[in-house]
């Protein structure tokens, strides 16, 4: 079993800059694959933001490229998206996601897996 807590959501103004964490814990494996989600009200579809392989392979969706960076530290076992340029349509409730790394082609297929967080609230005024 894994545990993700989400933290660093906040209000910032278009333009601005926030740093979201997701502080894993529990039964952690060395090989892996985690994303950030949102999902902008309870209810609407959930979009995939940006995910990570434990190899350091990232992915973005074309709504994040050139704007958000996502990272992550191995000792920590913390994920982080870096997001700048903030725009009123990233108002959402930011989510981290975890699962096991496929031996595939696709190792990381799709935005969700198995473990997921809370949440944090990202609000975004113009």
């Known amino acids: 079993q894994v545990k993700l807590v989400e933290s660093g959501g906040d209000s910032v103004h278009a333009g601005g800059s926030l740093r979201l964490s997701c502080a894993a814990s529990?039964?952690?494996?060395?090989?892996?694959?985690m994303s950030w989600f949102r999902q902008q009200a309870p209810g609407q579809a959930r979009e995939g933001v940006a995910?990570?392989?434990?190899?350091?392979?990232?992915w973005y969706a074309d709504s994040a490229k050139g704007r958000f960076t996502i990272s992550s530290d191995a000792a920590k076992k913390t994920l982080y998206l870096q997001m700048d340029e903030l725009r009123p349509e990233d108002t959402a409730m930011y989510y981290c996601?975890?699962?096991?790394?496929?031996?595939?082609?696709?190792?990381?297929?799709?935005?969700?897996?198995?473990?997921r967080g809370q949440g944090t609230q990202v609000t975004v005024s113009s």
């Open positions: 996601s975890a699962g096991a790394r496929l031996r595939t082609v696709d190792p990381c297929p799709g935005w969700l897996y198995i473990y």
């Open positions: 529990g039964n952690t494996d060395s090989t892996y694959c």
């Open positions: 995910k990570v392989s434990s190899d350091g392979t990232t």
